[in-house]
């Protein structure tokens, strides 16, 4: 459902509202917002869920390293 979301905001709504009805974020849906905030160039947000990731115990995995690596690929920062 995060991938299919419109944009970043409704992504990151809708994150926020299944952790409201209890439910735990998964890699899976961590990774499709990563994605979705790589493809929005916004760099410091994804850096940032990288770190909350690691906090709440998902360590960040291939996929999430490859959006990061593609995100600043995009940007022309290698």
């Given at each position: 459902?995060?991938?299919?979301?419109?944009?970043?905001?409704?992504a990151?709504?809708?994150?926020?509202?299944?952790?409201?009805?209890?439910?735990?974020p998964?890699?899976?849906?961590?990774?499709a917002l990563?994605?979705?905030?790589?493809?929005?160039?916004?760099?410091?947000?994804?850096?940032d869920l990288?770190?909350?990731m690691?906090?709440?115990g998902?360590?960040?995995?291939?996929?999430?390293?490859?959006?990061?690596?593609r995100?600043?690929?995009d940007?022309?920062n290698?």
């Amino acid at each position: 459902m995060i991938d299919a979301s419109p944009d970043v905001p409704a992504a990151q709504a809708l994150l926020d509202q299944m952790e409201r009805q209890g439910l735990l974020p998964q890699m899976t849906s961590y990774n499709a917002l990563l994605k979705k905030q790589c493809l929005a160039a916004n760099m410091d947000v994804a850096e940032d869920l990288l770190v909350e990731m690691k906090e709440r115990g998902i360590p960040p995995d291939e996929r999430s390293y490859t959006q990061m690596v593609r995100g600043y690929s995009d940007l022309g920062n290698t």
